[in-house]
């Protein structure tokens, strides 16, 4: 299940095929599920890490990454550099919990209902060795753990509680949005 966990948070091709990836997250309150599913690369790909996302807007400025994730878990952050690196073809995740606009623009989606806590992956690639696509978050003390949201042009990879995404795939299958802050997945059934 672990690994089939690692793909879902990564979002397989991209991550699989990035031969650079810098891991961005402003902080953790719980057990950072990303982190963990980086740690299953480690050492197949180069991994830079930071929890400054003003620090990070600076590495993805001056460097060529093969994939950036970007987690808004704490703060308030804008991303011109990040939302560039997109526009500009960079592969990127990315989770949210602000509903920034500039950020969503980049990604194309539109921001939905917040906090639920369950979802299922719906996207056969995501599914395989999971045992069902339902998968349970808990919060862990944030104000706001989930948002559900509208994929523009791209495709829904699972689905919130609400029936809006929980995941997405979209520039044409360059980005990936998880509705859902990396410390806030407990269970896959």
Known sequence: KRASLALILLGVPSASMAETILYCNDYVVSTDRMGLALDTFEGIHAITRTTSLSGCESMIASGSWGLVIFAVQNGFYSSPQLNSYVSSGGFAIMQDWTTDSARASAFGIGWATTNYSTL??????????????????????????????????????????????????????????????????????
């Open 120 to 189: 299922t992956v719906t996207d056969p690639r995501l599914t395989a060795g999971l045992g069902s696509g339902f998968l349970t978050l808990s919060n862990p003390g944030w104000g706001i753990f989930s948002q559900s949201f509208s994929v523009y042009s791209g495709d829904v990879l699972a689905t919130s509680a609400y029936g809006s995404a929980a995941i997405g795939l979209t520039n044409d299958g360059r980005t990936i949005v998880n509705g859902f802050l990396t410390d806030t997945v407990t269970d896959s059934g």
